[in-house]
């Protein structure tokens, strides 16, 4: 069965880091597009991070200078390491694979104390 399975996240004080994962069944995650975004309770689906096939990354504005995406193949595994995290941080992260209608996960929620 084709599915994404995030996990990593929790509650951690500001200026904490954490590191986010997304393993991928029954596809292989190193040859599609990936991609990650959060949600906020009443605020919109935001991109955080994208990295091609080729290992390119673009990162969107909130995330630039303090998060960072990688794979490992060996594992199918996508991650998302978050440092110097901030209270707006706080919302539940997905990843995303670019795959036939499109591969989501059940999302990891990340809570950023104050």
């Known amino acids: 069965q084709v599915q994404l399975v995030e996990s990593g996240g929790g509650t951690v004080q500001p200026g904490g880091s954490l590191r986010l994962s997304c393993t991928a069944s029954?596809?292989?995650?190193?040859?599609?597009?990936m991609r990650w975004y959060r949600q906020a309770p009443g605020k919109e689906r935001e991109f955080v991070a994208f990295?091609?096939?080729?290992?390119?990354?673009i990162y969107g504005d909130s995330a630039q200078g303090r998060f960072s995406m990688s794979r490992d193949n060996a594992k199918n595994t996508l991650y998302l390491q978050m440092n110097s995290l901030k209270p707006a941080d706080t919302a539940v992260y997905y990843c995303n694979a670019i795959r036939g209608n499109g591969v989501w996960g059940q999302g990891t929620q990340v809570t950023v104390s104050s």
């Open positions: 029954g596809f292989d995650l190193s040859s599609h597009g």
């Open positions: 990295s091609s096939t080729g290992d390119n990354t």
